[in-house]
C-alpha cells in the first residue's frame, strides 16, 4: 500500500511558524476527516497530537493545529520551540483495499 | 492513568513466529469506545499500523501482512497479544501496542515499545 507522503524534513528558528503538509488520496485524506498527527522523539513512543483534522488531545498546546484541503492535510505548529525538534506523522483513515489505517513517511522537523 | 506495556521475546529466529503481548492497566479493555492495535518501526524508518482488535474478538489487518498475522485478545487478562509467523530479517522493528478510537486512526496511548530483531 502506498504511504501518505510527507516532506522528508522541514525546519523554523524559535518564534516561527512552520507547516508540514500530508497528502493522499480521495481513498483516505480527501474521503474522510479522519487525519491523526503524531510528534515522536528519538527513542520514544509517538504522541499524539491531532486528531478528527483539527482536534487537540487535552494537554496538547494550542501552537498546534491541524487543517485539510482537498487531499492534503496540514499540520502547522506557531510559536516553534526547541522542545518541537522531532519527528512528525501523519496517519489517515483509508478505504483502500481494506486497509484502514495509513501512515505518512514522517517529517523530520529541526528547530534552528 | 491508562498504561499500556508491551512484553515477549527480543529476538526471533528466521522463518519462526513473533509473539508479543500488551498489557492493559488503569482501564479495562472490554470499553466499547476503543480498538487496541499493534504497530511497528523498523530501526530508522517510519511506522506501520500491523492490525487492531475490538474487545468482542472482531480484527482488523494491513492486507500487506495479513496472511502471517493473528491478534487475539484476552479480556480476562486485559491483555491482548500479536502473533507474526514466518518472520524474516524485514520484520526486525520496534513493536508498539497502542489504544485507538472507534476509526482506528487516532492512537492516544501507547506502549512503551519493544525491539524485536529477527536473527539467527
Known amino acids: 500500500q502506498s504511504a501518505l507522503t510527507q516532506p522528508a524534513s522541514v525546519s523554523g528558528s524559535p518564534g516561527q511558524s512552520i507547516t508540514i503538509s500530508c497528502t493522499g488520496t480521495?481513498?483516505?485524506?480527501?474521503?474522510?476527516?479522519?487525519v491523526s498527527w503524531y510528534q515522536q522523539h528519538p527513542g520514544k513512543a509517538p504522541k499524539l497530537m491531532i486528531y478528527d483534522v483539527s482536534n487537540r488531545p487535552s494537554g496538547v498546546s494550542n501552537r498546534f493545529s491541524g487543517s485539510k484541503s482537498g487531499n492534503t492535510a496540514s499540520l502547522t505548529i506557531s510559536g516553534l520551540q526547541a522542545e518541537d525538534e522531532a519527528d512528525y506523522y501523519c496517519?489517515?483513515?483509508?478505504?483502500?483495499?481494506?486497509?484502514?489505517?495509513?501512515f505518512g513517511g514522517g517529517t523530520k522537523l529541526t528547530v534552528l | 492513568q491508562l498504561q499500556l506495556q508491551e512484553s515477549g521475546p527480543g529476538l526471533v529466529k528466521p522463518s519462526e513466529t513473533l509473539s508479543l503481548t500488551c498489557t492493559v492497566s488503569?482501564?479495562?479493555?472490554?470499553?466499547?469506545?476503543?480498538?487496541w492495535g499493534w504497530i511497528r518501526q523498523p530501526p530508522g524508518k517510519g511506522l506501520e499500523w500491523i492490525g487492531s482488535?475490538?474487545?468482542?474478538?472482531?480484527?482488523y489487518y494491513n492486507p500487506s501482512l495479513k496472511s502471517r498475522v493473528t491478534i487475539s485478545v484476552d479480556t480476562s487478562k486485559n491483555q491482548f497479544s500479536l502473533k507474526l509467523s514466518s518472520v524474516t530479517a524485514a520484520d526486525t522493528a520496534v513493536y508498539y501496542c497502542?489504544?485507538?478510537?472507534?476509526?482506528?486512526?487516532?492512537?492516544?496511548?501507547w506502549g512503551q515499545g519493544t525491539l524485536v530483531t529477527v536473527s539467527s
Open positions: 497502542a489504544r485507538q478510537g472507534i476509526t482506528m486512526v487516532q492512537a492516544d496511548y
Open positions: 488503569g482501564g479495562s479493555i472490554s470499553s466499547s469506545s476503543y480498538y
Open positions: 480521495s481513498s483516505d485524506v480527501g474521503g474522510y476527516n479522519y
Open positions: 496517519s489517515s483513515y483509508t478505504s483502500s483495499s481494506t486497509l484502514y489505517v495509513v
Open positions: 482488535i475490538y474487545y468482542s474478538g472482531s480484527t
